[in-house]
Each structure stands twice: as C-alpha cells, then as structure tokens.
C-alpha cells in the first residue's frame, strides 16, 4: 500500500496567515493527488485534485503543488471558514489512501 | 446537481452483516465509479472500496474478504454489505462519486453513523 504522511499534524493560525500542509507518498504517485477539507460533522470537500487542480467552486487563496512523491497545499489569507482538517488522498495505485489529516486551528 | 444520501441501520450487533444503501439523485449510476469510504469517530479516511455498476469492482484488501459491492440501475441505488462486523467497524459510511480521469472523490454523500455493539 502507499503510505501518505502529512505534516503537521496540526497547525495554529490567525486569519490573514498563509499555511502550507505538506503531504509525502512513500512511492511515486506521479500527479494523482487530492486535498479535501473536513468540518466537524460534515462530509469532506474536494478542495485540488490532480495535484494542482482547483476545483470549481474553491476560492484561489487555495493552493497546490508538487508531483512524485511530496506535495503542499497553501492556503493563503486565511478566512474564519477555513479552519478545518484537511486531508491528502492518492489515487495512483489501489487500495486508495488518505494521509491522516492534518487540523488547523485558530491561534 | 448531483446528491448521494446514505442510509442504514444506524445499529449492527458484533459478528452480524452491515448493510447500507447510497441513493443517486440527479445522474445515473450507470456509467461512472463510486467509492465507499468510512471514518470513524474522531479518526481518518479509509477507502473501502470501488464499484462500475455494470462492470467491476475493486476492494481494499484489508476488507476485502467481508466486502460486497453492488448498484441497481432501476433504483439508481448503490449497495454495500461488511459481514462479520466488530466494533472496529463502527464509522461513519460515505459514499462518493469517483473522477474518471484523477481518481478523485466528488461529490460526497452526508454519511451515515453505524454502531457496532450488542
């Protein structure tokens, strides 16, 4: 199975911060890369895929990059709604893997 | 627009089978992929697995043998059963509709709660 790591585990930020969660594969999962946002008692939201994709709908202070093996999603000018725990996703290979989410909260 | 509702038991007692239904609104699920996918409480994501309604499916291993996916195009219904539950088990249960192309989760159904306890 790949192993998706992120990094941190949680974060403190206030709005107006920029914050970047970085998400490592441990095998090349090429560009087959998502990031979701949870809120408490909600289903997750897709935020990127294939790594650097902005899904409709998502502000542009939401960012990602990278291929391969490492990958950052930024999230810059943060907003009160976006503190949340966001979780990567490969999908290069099966089973399917979530890294194991990543909690951003308020300082 | 696109909506997926999952429901079920809510209950399951240890050793029997889960059984949780995902309703389609809006698109057929006749020619795309969906995923389930659960995550217990205050825990992360696992993929359970895949399903082409009239093709194939795939499975996480780690489940795999107590696994069963199925669609039923004339009620544009999405199935899944785990048989043998634990309380390791207990989750929430989504269901989600897969890009063809990215292999990304979009949209999400709400989710279900099952317990599993006697």
């Known amino acids: 199975d790949t192993q998706m790591t992120q990094s941190p585990s949680s974060v403190s930020a206030s709005v107006g911060d920029t914050v970047t969660i970085t998400c490592r594969a441990s095998?090349?999962?090429?560009?087959?890369l998502a990031w979701y946002q949870q809120k408490p008692g909600k289903a997750p939201k897709l935020l990127i895929f294939?790594?650097?994709s902005l899904q409709s709908g998502v502000p542009s202070r939401f960012s990602g990059s990278g291929s391969g093996t490492e990958f950052t999603l930024t999230i810059s000018d943060l907003q009160p709604e976006d503190f949340a725990t966001y979780y990567c996703?490969?999908?290069?290979?099966?089973?399917?893997?979530f890294g194991q989410g990543t909690r951003l909260d308020i300082k | 627009q696109l909506q997926l509702q999952e429901s079920g038991p809510g209950l399951v007692r240890p050793s029997e089978t889960l059984s949780l239904t995902c309703s389609v609104s809006h698109v057929s699920v006749s020619g795309y992929y969906w995923s389930w996918i659960r995550q217990p409480a205050g825990k992360g994501l696992e993929w359970i697995g895949r399903?082409?309604?009239?093709?194939?499916?795939k499975h996480n291993p780690a489940l795999e043998s107590r696994v069963t996916m199925s669609g039923d195009t004339s009620k544009n219904e999405l199935s899944l059963t785990l048989t043998s539950v634990t309380a390791a088990d207990t989750a929430v249960y989504y269901c989600a509709k897969v890009d063809d192309d990215s292999a990304e989760f979009d949209p999400w159904g709400r989710g279900t709660l099952v317990i599993v306890s006697a």
């Open positions: 996703q490969q999908g290069n290979d099966f089973p399917i893997t």
């Open positions: 294939a790594a650097s």
């Open positions: 095998q090349d999962v090429s560009r087959w």
């Open positions: 399903i082409y309604v009239s093709g194939h499916t």
